[in-house]
């Protein structure tokens, strides 16, 4: 058995932070906290970040002074993270639509696109309508009774952010596609993918 301190680690200096940007849904929180454990980061989702300081949900922030208000609120929170280190940073979805929030992340760390599988997606949102109730660009779905109809409304609109949203996940440093793997597998593999980029021959 190795001892403590002859395990990898990643060089602070190549990944002073990581920041996971994928679509709403793809795990992106839960893998985040599974590899901040392997990786002794800390972990700051963006939309938590701003609810504490707002003192209100993201649904109710888009309700009473829009989506625009809101994404001020985002670039706000990621630029007051300048400094940061040694974290895990989550973007909301749609952060990265906005260029001065994705080059802000960028900053801050490599990038990793969480490319979770469309159909996933559908199915984690299908089934847990507390968690579909947390996303205001998907929230109206719950008016949709027939489970027929919310599915193909929640395909069409996911389908249109993924279209938007794809040219910011392709210029990510690292994409990862685990979709049907548990959170701790894929952040295992994460883990030693960037083990792996940090060697001398990809330095």
């Known amino acids: ?73 985002e670039t706000d929170a990621i630029r007051s993270l300048s400094k940061i280190l040694n974290h895990i940073i989550i973007p909301g979805g749609g952060a990265i639509e906005r260029d001065e929030n994705w080059e802000l992340l960028k900053e801050l760390g490599q990038t990793l696109w969480l490319a979770t599988p469309q159909s996933e997606v559908l199915y984690r949102l299908l089934r847990d309508e507390g968690e579909l109730s947390k996303r205001p660009k998907l929230a109206e779905a719950l008016a949709i009774a027939d489970i027929g109809e919310r599915r193909r409304f929640l395909e069409t609109r996911l389908q249109e952010l993924e ?30 993918l960037l083990l792996s980029r940090q060697s001398p021959q990809n330095m």
Request: hydrophobic share 40%; aromatic share 10%; proline share 3%.
């Open 1 to 73: 058995m190795k001892k403590y301190y002859d395990l990898p680690s990643l060089n602070r200096k190549v990944f002073p932070n990581l920041v996971i940007i994928g679509s709403t849904a793809s795990g992106k929180t839960t893998v985040a906290h599974q590899l901040a454990k392997l990786l002794g980061f800390g972990v700051i989702d963006l939309d938590l970040w701003i609810e504490k300081k707002a003192g209100r949900t993201v649904v109710d922030i888009f309700k009473s002074e829009g989506e625009e208000a809101f994404r001020q609120m």
């Open 163 to 192: 279209e938007r949203r794809l040219p910011r996940y392709e210029a990510a440093d690292y994409a990862v596609t685990i979709g049907f793997a548990t959170a701790g597998t894929c952040a295992q593999f994460i883990k030693e």
